[in-house]
């Protein structure tokens, strides 16, 4: 709570002041919409704080107190109270605003690890100050005024000027004033450390860092007004009195604050802009007291001719003489008449300024501040006074050179005499050209103001004059000043010409000048000659190496003198070469000087070493240029300044090695070296020749190499040096060429091959390439590498200290050099390796990454690495440090097994650990971080670094990325705050400072990305660096996926953050960058949908229906609305009820995915050959980061070129411009290419992360939280909307396959909804439409996914399948659900019952099917026909769909006459093969047989219809199944029981071939039903089909054990045979030879024994033990399974009976001619107790010759009555049931639901609504099913009193006992009966061949006993119950009568 009043009540003294900075920098500088607004409340707010400027609130104050006690009181800590009186008295403020800033302080803690909260309260209240003055000087910049201005708006500028005047007439620049004096850093740190109030170094620097600024920004403030707008007369006055007392510094020069003041008053009295003539120069002329206020110039002018001396004269002089300029300019106007008794004493001024040595301090007081060159305003100020003095005060000027020519001769005369020199010489001029010279030669802005020298402006012209003036007859003593002035004045591209050419023709006019040198002394002529002169006399010299005085030369050629105008000389021709290439080639090329040809000369001969520095500086100017380059190499190995060449004799070493060892280094001076350095890194640059010092060495750049890295690298922190800095300056420019040389190294095969080359006849072993030598050297432990690591320690060190020390620069910019050469080699290094390995060569390397782990020599730890990342701690004042390392750390990153190692290493040491997590964390929270576009090299430097700030996030976040794929424990855990001690998932996140939790890196992502989220605009980091929040995005998203650490950070999201909708609503993001959006939105949808998962899971109800209705609510947000007015959609024409509807956050969302992709134009080449230039595309792609295929295009370009560079003949080289062009133009289609891709990558991906949150809002988050009606409208608008963009014209392939994949869930999740709508509201169909869904609706989804299918057209076969799955959920919706059958409704009352709503609906979707046409049947045909399987399914189940609708057979017409139906018929046979795989123990894949088991169910479709059967007929179905012998392979049951596959997904062998033989067997059985009209056609084609497979049929007739499974076979079988095993079916076969008849006659017979003894099995013994045996072996599905069995077994005893009434019809029509198929025995079977019967006997093979008796109808007939009434009772039961369905007590539904629930206790997890539906749908099924079984009961019971009539007709009437002799007649002879010519006689069949009158007598007993009264009452109830509704009524009744007749009468 306390922390929370501290930020309430703001910290008076830093929370509302930071806000205030906030507001004024948004509205200055970043210039944010809407902040003129914000920016007045503000200074509204402020103003008492900016009028008492930096005044602390009053101490003491009774009221206030007593008004806090009425608020009520609380107890504070003893602590915290001594603390706060601490601070106020420290700060002089109140108590209480202590106490607030205290708890400010606490609040803010975790931003600074390490300190305590009184200390970060000491920063807090600093910086408070500091916002408050950088607001001040903001706002001051703001206004409109002469200097400058920064385009900002007219209303916002009113308001800050009319601020800023309010604030300047109360007193402003005296507080100012005050302040500056007032405020020391030395002064508050004495105070602070009293009351220890400093803490570590990093501490105090940024207390006194903060000081320094608040009184910089002070000064500034002043200094922005005065440039704008002048002082008032007191103001100025005051300003001129603080000025009086100002001190300089140490070394002579202002410091920035002071020189802020000084400038602040030139621009008060600068009158300068008067003559710029800018439009509103009248309005700034009117504001100029100058001009116009007498009483202002009169005090001024007073004030500075005062004699009184201030305490910095040089200062007093600037003053004067800026005034007396002033007064000149005056004098010139017309308003200066006025004030002529002023503008008269400008002389006497300039003069008093001249003898104050006003130019002398101009040089070393204001030049001389450190920030003079930071601030473009005072470099043009200090230019308008030195131009202004040469322009306006010629005389003044030509009075000093006369008086420089007087003092000139004066010297030479006391030289030539030997007398002192005389003491009244002035230097005035020298100064003055001094300081010409200094000023221009610093331009870190790039105005190249030195312009004005040499070209004319619209000023007074005589100045530009000034230089030449000064050139002509130039006194000796004036000669290195004016060099030194050209110098300064040569500094820029302009300028450098100019003076080039200055110097050109200031040269002698006649070349043929016998006395060598003339004209003037400033020229080329006269400096080359004097070069050329020095070079000839000092050559003499020239020692023998051998000889001992080598080491002391003789330095009589030179004297001091001489060596100063050379140097000077040899700068000025220095920096005009590096400006102008053209004077760098024109003097390089001159025939008479040849410069480098002389100062290589130079270089070798005896000079002091500060010479040939000069030299080396210069040749190295020279080098710039390549062409100079190429030729200096080997001038520099020829002269062998560094002697590569060792000759025979000689003793020891020369050259530049020997100075550096023995001159150098005991003068502890190293300027020889470092020119060196420089000469070879400005070369390496420009070229490195191979072939350098060929012939008489091993040719190379080896030699160079090993002298820097063994005599200058190695050695150099063991040298001695005077000057400390020198030290650094030396690392630095060594390590620079290291630097070079590796970065433009990539290894070659060709580099790991020893070559040989031949040197003086002999073959010795040629170099490697200079990065080679250096990447072995950092891939070993060798002492280059430890020196580059003790150097990184050693730096770090330096930069904790936090203390400035000589050399600083140069020592970061060494650090940077060896963390650059680090992060190279691990970049080039797994390439090094690669190649090395391929060569065998027997190089030793190791990682680079491993040798970083080993022990630092000077800390005896392993902490190379944690070095490396400290430098990250440091990031704020060494940006670039920063961003190496983290590169660096991000390359380590990549090996997993360093990770842990790393964990361990940068958790060792607590206070590392914390250092290190800051300096990650202050790099990620860098705030001047700022993504760009631009190239790099274009940028001025605070662009540059904020470039840097930002890739260094970028690193950071991708070795997070990174990290986070590897195992626990890694960086990235420990980076962001997680547990790498414990287990991670036990980590407790919490926001930094509670209960001591570190600020992380989580929280610096997090407070990134939630910047802005509470404003309308959304994320600002998403805006502002779209790149860096993907990555943050990225970091989460992994975070909340990975299993560990998913469940903390969600906790921690949804808790501290409420992360996720604070995002949501933001979306969709829509930027310029199109690809960093979609990515951004892609990583938090992928983070929504597992959220909405998990808090569905967890039941945390409240969270998913916030993000639920977020997402999908259509309905605008109240806390909102400001948001949703911008995206009000035109509601379409659909939605009916748009009362102020917004659109859908999901719809928007998808919106901003744009699915069109420009794609880049084929190239057009003139040159080069396409393929072949697109087989190099293609080799120079790879895989990036993120996953997308890119070519790289660095390495594209180093191809082409390497190929146009290696043409040959003039007429290449003659078109190598348009072979460059041509080559630009591939590289800028690859761009192009490449952005194509990433793009479309980004489109892909988040589409996919949309689909995946659409997905799981409908399918993980719990039904209820989107009602359905509603949630059919969102299905119906994203499919819609969906459809929309995907059949746009331009719409990208890529993304259809995700497309369709959302359409197939969206329809699925549709019809579902629709389905379980009607189930819970019948008769809803009456209303307009389906459901909640208008009809409309639906036809319109339709016709999008038809459009869909067939856009996709032949391609896109695989995105077919989904749209085919949606199809098919789709036609699902209009299909009618299962109805009871009461079998109460006539055949006639349901055809003319009315339509209902299905099938309306039904009839519309297929009119909008056929609209369609051939087109769609012909992309569904073909896909049905062939390609992938699963489409191929999908095809065949959408044909199938929809040939079940089409009533008027269209497509079935189609189908049939295109060739498609005879296609797939034909398959059969190939699939054979396939299918017999099937059946192997362990099958391959069971695609096959899905297929096959969807092309039956077609053709079983198409078979329904009587054309389709027919047609099925005439395409040879039957001949193509006889063909497949995979029938014939029945697997044998038991072998196979061990080959089950455990998870019973793959089906054992035996049921994979009832899937192959059912469906067959089906189908034969639909053609046979179809075909009934002319039966005899199909039925003797499927006869035949049971003839060639008859073996199986008949062991499948015999099957022993009857299993489900078996029965279904059989029950199919059955049905066929009784079609088809028929007497007739064989003449219909046309001509059959006898032999074939008889054995087809065998088979048929063979059918019918089979039957018929199947009959006697299932009607009698098995029945009951079957049923029994179900039960036992699954009891959980006990009655499910009954049932089916019962249903298989009464189908079974139709088919059977079907098929006796069919042999008994066929064979006559009347009784006496009937044959006989049952043996007249009346006996029933045996008894039920499972025993076998008289039927089977005892041997099963003897079962099947006995012949079953009549008994066994009678038996069957009983059983099936007694059967019926069973069914009756349970059917009548369950109608009940169904009907009162409300009032079933809950454990009667509980008990119907378990069937359909699958799993223990999945009843009661469901809903009450689900379990009603559920038992409904049950009680549906059990009376359909009891419905079936009376039918077939009933059929039974029909059949069975048909037979048993017909054979006790002929039994009773007709038959004629046999005696014992009659011969047994064979049972062959069927049909005997039909020849015997009416014979009585008739034959008996199946082997019965005697019937004795016993027999016959016995069976009349047996029947009339058995047919008695109860069951021929039973019968008629039957008939009465049940046939009465279906046909053949009164059946049953006639044919009892006829049976009781019989049974009655005797034989008549």
């Known amino acids: ?65 007593e008004q806090r006690e009425k608020q009520g009181s609380r107890l504070l800590p003893e602590q915290l109270l001594t603390e706060a009186f601490i601070l106020s008295d420290l700060f002089d403020i ?82 100012i004033l005050t302040l500056v004096s007032e405020i020391s850093v030395t002064r508050e740190f004495e105070r602070l450390q009293k009351e220890r109030g400093l803490g570590n170094e990093k501490h105090r620097k940024e207390v006194s860092d903060l000081i320094k600024e608040c009184r910089q920004a002070l000064a500034d403030s002043l200094f922005s007004w005065t440039c704008q707008s002048p002082l008032s007369k007191d103001d100025t006055l005051a300003l001129i009195g603080h000025l009086e007392t100002v001190t300089a510094q140490a070394d002579g020069s202002l410091d920035s604050v002071n020189l802020a003041l000084v400038m602040s008053l030139l621009y008060c009295l600068d009158v300068s802009f008067i003559e710029q003539g800018t439009e509103d120069r009248e309005d700034l002329l009117q504001a100029l007291p100058l001009l116009t206020e007498r009483q202002y110039v009169s005090a001024i002018h007073s004030r500075l001719m005062d004699g009184q001396p201030w305490k910095l004269p040089g200062l007093q002089a600037v003053c004067r003489l800026a005034w007396a300029l002033s007064l000149r300019v005056l004098s010139q106007l017309p308003q200066g008449s006025a004030l002529v008794e002023f503008t008269e004493a400008d002389e006497s001024l300039a003069d008093q300024a001249l003898l104050g040595d006003v130019f002398l301090f101009m040089k070393e007081g204001i030049l001389g501040c450190e920030s003079f060159s930071q601030e473009e305003f005072y470099i043009r100020r200090l230019h308008s006074l030195i131009t202004d003095f040469l322009a306006l005060m010629p005389m003044k000027v030509k009075q000093l050179r006369n008086r420089a020519d007087e003092d000139a001769r004066l010297v030479h005369m006391s030289l030539q005499m030997g007398s002192e020199l005389p003491s009244s010489l002035r230097k005035d001029l020298d100064h003055l050209m001094i300081l010409i010279g200094e000023f221009y030669s610093k331009d870190p802005f790039g105005l190249e103001l030195g312009v004005e020298f040499w070209c004319p402006t619209e000023k007074d012209l005589k100045w530009t004059f000034f230089v030449r003036q000064m050139g002509d007859l130039l006194p000796s003593t004036l000669y290195i000043s004016y060099l030194r002035m050209l110098k300064g004045l040569a500094n820029g591209p302009q300028c450098a010409h100019y003076c080039f050419s200055l110097l050109k023709t200031n040269g002698a006019t006649h070349s043929d000048n016998i006395q060598g040198v003339s004209g003037s002394p400033v020229s080329w002529e006269h400096f080359f000659q004097s070069l050329m002169l020095y070079h000839e006399n000092l050559r003499r010299d020239f020692p023998n190496p051998d000889a001992a005085q080598y080491r002391h030369p003789p330095l009589r050629g030179i004297t001091q003198r001489e060596l100063e105008g050379l140097t000077s000389f040899l700068e000025l021709l220095t920096v005009i070469i590096t400006w102008s290439e053209n004077a760098r080639l024109a003097l390089c090329e001159h025939p008479q000087w040849a410069p480098v040809v002389v100062m290589l000369g130079l270089l070798q001969c005896s000079v002091p070493p500060i010479l040939k520095a000069e030299l080396l500086l210069c040749l190295a100017a020279f080098g710039k240029s390549p062409e100079i380059a190429a030729s200096l190499w080997q001038s520099l190995e020829y002269t062998q300044i560094l002697q590569t060449v060792r000759a025979s004799g000689q003793r020891q070493a020369a050259g530049i090695e020997v100075e550096l060892n023995e001159i150098e280094s005991s003068c502890e001076e190293y300027p020889l070296t470092r020119g060196f350095c420089h000469l070879i890194s400005t070369l390496v640059e420009s070229s490195l020749p191979v072939n350098l010092g060929a012939g008489l060495r091993v040719p190379g750049f080896q030699p160079y190499l090993n002298f820097l890295r063994d005599s200058v690298f190695l050695p150099f922190p063991t040298r001695a040096y005077r000057r400390p800095a020198e030290k650094w300056e030396v690392a630095d420019s060594v390590l620079e060429v290291f630097h070079k040389l590796l970065r433009d190294y990539e290894p070659q095969p060709s580099d790991f091959i020893q ?159 914390d250092k290190l997590m800051a300096g990650f964390v202050e790099c990620l929270d860098n705030e001047e971080a700022e993504e760009g576009t631009e190239k790099g090299d274009e940028l001025e430097q605070p662009k540059k670094v904020a470039r840097i700030r930002h890739e260094t996030q970028i690193h950071i976040l991708n070795l997070l990325i990174t990290s986070l794929e590897l195992k626990a424990p890694n960086l990235a855990l420990y980076l962001l705050g997680y547990e790498v001690k414990k287990s991670v998932s036990s980590t407790n ?78 979306l969709p993001f829509l930027l310029s960058n199109q690809i960093a959006a979609l990515s951004q939105m892609s990583w938090l949808m992928k983070t929504a949908a597992i959220e909405l998962r998990v808090t569905s899971l967890n039941r945390q109800r409240s969270h998913t229906q916030r993000l639920v209705s977020l997402l999908l609510d259509d309905q605008p947000h109240a806390q909102h609305s400001g948001i949703e007015e911008e995206t009000r959609s035109v509601s379409g024409f659909l939605h009916f009820d748009t009362v102020s509807k917004v659109r859908r956050k999901l719809l928007s969302v998808l919106d901003a995915i744009d699915f069109s992709q420009d794609m880049p134009e084929l190239l057009q080449l003139d040159f080069f050959e396409r393929t072949q230039i697109e087989q190099v595309i293609s080799n120079c792609e790879h895989v990036n980061e993120q996953g997308h295929t890119v070519c790289n295009v660095k390495l594209l370009h180093r191809v082409l070129v390497a190929e146009v560079n290696a043409l040959q003949g003039m007429a290449a080289i003659g078109q190598r411009p348009l072979l460059m062009e041509e080559v630009n133009s591939i590289l800028q289609q690859v761009v192009e290419r490449n952005h194509v891709r990433r793009s479309l990558s980004a489109k892909r991906q988040a589409l996919q992360s949309w689909r995946s949150l659409v997905e799981t809002l409908l399918t993980a988050c719990p039904a209820d939280l989107i009602p359905a009606d509603d949630r059919q409208l969102i299905i119906r608008d994203l499919l819609l909307d969906l459809h929309d963009k995907v059949l746009s014209e331009d719409a990208a392939g890529e993304l259809m396959p995700i497309v369709a994949g959302a359409v197939f869930t969206l329809t699925a999740h549709l019809s579902q909804s629709v389905l379980s709508e009607q189930q819970q509201g019948e008769g809803l169909e009456a209303s307009s439409g389906f459901a909640s869904i208008a009809n409309s609706a639906l036809h319109l989804i339709l016709r999008k996914l038809l459009d869909f299918i067939l856009c996709t057209g032949g391609g896109y076969q695989r995105l077919r399948a989904h749209l085919y799955g949606s199809l098919l959920y789709y036609l699902q919706i209009a299909q009618k659900p299962e109805e009871p059958d009461t079998l109460q409704t006539a055949m006639w009352e349901r055809l003319t019952a009315p339509e209902d709503g299905f099938s309306k609906l039904q009839r519309e979707n297929l009119a909008i099917i056929e609209s369609y046409g051939k087109a769609l049947m012909e992309v569904v045909c073909r896909d049905a026909c062939d390609g992938h399987e699963i489409s191929r399914m999908l095809a065949l189940a959408v044909l199938d769909r929809i040939l079940s609708i089409d009533r008027q057979n269209q497509w079935l017409l189609y189908v049939c006459n295109s060739g498609y139906l005879r296609s797939l018929v034909e398959s059969l046979r190939q699939d054979d093969a396939a299918l017999q795989t099937m059946l192997t123990p362990q099958p391959p894949l069971l695609k096959p047989l899905y297929i096959y088991e969807s092309k039956m169910a077609l053709l079983t479709r198409v078979a329904k219809t009587g054309e389709g059967a027919v047609e099925l007929l005439r395409c040879g179905l039957v001949a193509q199944l006889m063909e497949c012998q995979v029938f014939d392979m029945v697997p044998d049951s038991d072998a196979h029981r061990v080959m ?102 065998g088979h048929i017979n063979r059918f019918q024994r089979l039957c018929l003894s199947l009959l006697g099995r299932l009607a009698g013994s098995e029945r009951e033990r079957l049923l029994k045996q179900a039960e036992i072996s699954a009891p959980g599905e006990s009655a499910e399974r009954r049932e089916e069995m019962e249903v298989a077994m009464q189908q079974v005893c139709a088919n059977i009976m079907e098929y006796c009434q069919t042999l008994l019809l066929q064979s006559s029509t009347q009784a006496q001619f009937s044959i006989c198929l049952f043996s007249p025995s009346g006996s029933e079977p045996a008894s039920r107790d499972g025993g076998r019967t008289d039927l089977p006997s005892a041997l099963p093979s003897m079962a099947y ?172 109830e039957v008939e009465g119950l049940y046939s009465q509704v279906r046909s053949r009524y009164t059946f049953i009744q006639a044919l009892v009568r006829r049976i009781r007749g019989l049974l009655r009468q005797s034989k008549g």
């Not at 009540?9 to 806000?19: D, I, N, R, Y």
């Open 1540 to 1641: 089950r596959d455990p998870s019973g997904f793959i089906p054992s062998p035996l049921d994979r071939y009832r899937q192959i033989l059912l469906p067959t067997l089906r189908l034969f059985q639909v053609i046979l039903t179809s075909t009934s009209i002319n039966h005899q056609q199909g039925a003797a084609q499927v006869l035949q089909w049971l003839i060639v497979h008859a073996d199986t049929i008949q062991s499948l007739l015999r099957c022993q054990e009857l299993s489900m499974g078996a029965l279904q076979e059989l029950s199919l079988l059955t049905g066929i045979i009784s079609k088809t095993a028929l007497p007739g079916a064989l003449e219909m076969g046309g001509e059959v030879n006898s032999a074939a008849l008889m054995e087809f006659q």
């Open 755 to 913: 070559e040989m080359v031949e040197l003086q006849g002999e073959q010795v072993p040629a170099h490697k390439p200079p990065g080679h030598s250096i990447m072995f050297h950092l891939l070993n432990d060798s002492p280059m590498l430890a020196l580059c690591l003790s150097l990184l320690e050693e730096g770090v060190r330096q930069l904790d200290t936090y203390a400035p020390f000589p050399g600083k620069k140069h020592l970061e910019s060494a650090v940077l050099h060896c963390l650059c050469l680090l992060d190279l080699a691990l970049q080039k290094e797994v390439m090094f390796m690669d190649l090395l390995r391929e060569s065998q060569s027997s190089l030793l390397v190791s990682p680079l990454e491993q040798l970083l782990q080993g022990v630092s020599p000077q800390t005896r730890r392993a902490d190379h690495i944690v070095n490396i990342a400290r430098y990250l701690y440091h990031s704020s004042s060494n940006p670039e440090a920063g961003f190496q390392s983290a590169k660096i750390l991000r390359r380590i990153a990549n090996y997993p097994n360093i990770q842990t190692r790393l964990v361990g290493d940068f958790t060792h040491d607590q206070t590392v650990s």
């Open 1745 to 1916: 010759s006995r012949v079953p008796s009549l008994g066994l109808i009678l038996y069957l007939l009983k059983n099936s009555a007694a059967d019926f009434f069973r069914f009756h009772q349970s059917h009548r039961q369950s109608l009940g049931k169904l009907q009162s369905l409300d009032q079933l007590p809950p454990e009667e539904l509980k008990e119907l639901c378990q069937g359909l629930v699958s799993g223990p206790g999945g009843v009661e997890k469901i809903s009450s609504v689900q379990r009603s539906l559920l038992a409904k749908r049950r009680l549906v099924q059990l009376i359909n099913n009891r419905a079936k079984l009376l039918a077939l009961c009933s059929y039974v019971i029909e059949t069975c009193l048909f037979v048993l009539w017909r054979h006790l007709e002929y039994y009773l009437l007709h038959c004629t006992p046999s005696d014992p002799k009659d011969s047994l007649l064979p049972g062959a002879s069927l049909y005997r009966s039909r020849l015997a010519n009416g014979e009585s006689c008739c034959l008996l069949r199946l082997g019965l061949s005697r019937v004795s009158q016993q027999d016959l007598d016995v069976l009349k007993s047996d029947m009339a006993a058995g047919f008695g009264e109860a069951l021929q009452r039973k019968l008629l």
């Open 94 to 175: 109140g108590e209480l605003s202590a106490l607030e800033l205290l708890l400010a302080g606490e609040q803010q803690q975790p931003y600074f690890p390490g300190l305590t909260r009184g200390l970060v309260a000491v920063l807090l209240y600093w910086d408070g100050k500091l916002c408050m003055a950088s607001s001040l000087r903001s706002l001051i910049q703001s206004r409109q005024g002469k200097t400058f201005t920064l385009d900002l708006s007219a209303e916002l500028v009113a308001l800050t000027t009319r601020f800023t005047d309010e604030l300047m007439n109360q007193g402003l620049t005296k507080r």
């Open 1 to 65: 709570m306390a922390t929370q009043m501290a930020v309430n009540s703001g910290a008076s003294l830093w929370g509302p002041l930071k806000e205030l900075w906030e507001t004024v920098e948004g509205a200055v500088v970043r210039r944010q919409p809407e902040s003129v607004h914000l920016l007045d409340l503000q200074l509204k707010k402020h103003k008492p704080h900016f009028l008492s400027l930096f005044k602390n609130p009053v101490r003491h104050d009774p009221k206030s107190a």
């Open 989 to 1066: 996140l919490q926001d930094p400072g509670v209960l001591g939790c570190p600020r992380s890196c989580l929280h610096a992502i997090l407070s990134l990305l939630q910047r802005g989220t509470e404003k309308r605009s959304g994320p600002a980091l998403t805006q502002k660096a779209p790149h860096l929040a993907e990555l943050c995005y990225q970091v989460i998203y992994q975070l909340c996926a990975c299993p560990d650490t998913s469940g903390p950070t969600m906790r921690y999201l949804r808790t501290s953050q409420d992360f996720l909708f604070s995002h949501l609503q933001h």
